[in-house]
């Protein structure tokens, strides 16, 4: 059985993954929108800061529901996890980018997709190297 997270890993769970993910996009993100790197770092900021309170308390809430239906974190639950906190994370981006960007909602929505198409396996294969990591780090500091 696992140690359950404490805030402050639930906190550096987010920022690492919001840290990687930010290497990743700002360069790519500032190519396809023709836009600066300054520009396009600034918006992916912001939308790292969103999704770093939004990760904390989806996590929170998913684990709590998986604990409560006993669930095993199969590849199945990996991919709701996903593809639900992508949903819920769509809801703030979408108004953020078209704002900031100067473009409409339809437009920003298919930023979005984008942007939707990258997280959605980095966030699985995020999660999943954490939690083999965590695994192995949590058994040898239960071990010593």
């Known amino acids: 059985m696992l140690v359950q997270k404490s805030l402050l890993e639930r906190c550096f769970h987010a920022i690492l993954f919001e840290v990687l993910a930010l290497l990743i996009c700002v360069p790519v993100m500032s190519w ?7 520009h396009a770092g600034v918006l992916t900021l ?17 684990d709590r529901i998986e604990r409560h239906y006993r669930w ?3 590849f199945l639950v990996r991919i709701l996890h996903a593809v639900t906190f992508e949903a819920g994370l769509i809801l703030a981006v979408v108004p953020l980018a078209a704002w900031w960007l100067e473009i409409g909602l339809v437009e920003a929505f298919l930023l979005d997709i984008g942007l939707v198409l990258f997280f959605l396996p980095y ?21 010593s």
């Open 46 to 62: 912001m939308i790292s800061l969103v999704a770093m309170a939004w990760n904390v308390i989806f996590n929170i809430v998913f």
């Open 32 to 38: 396809v929108l023709d836009v600066s790197v300054i």
């Open 123 to 143: 966030t699985l294969l995020y999660n999943w190297c954490y939690d083999k990591l965590r695994t192995i780090v949590v058994g040898r500091m239960l071990l």
């Open 72 to 74: 095993q974190r199969t």
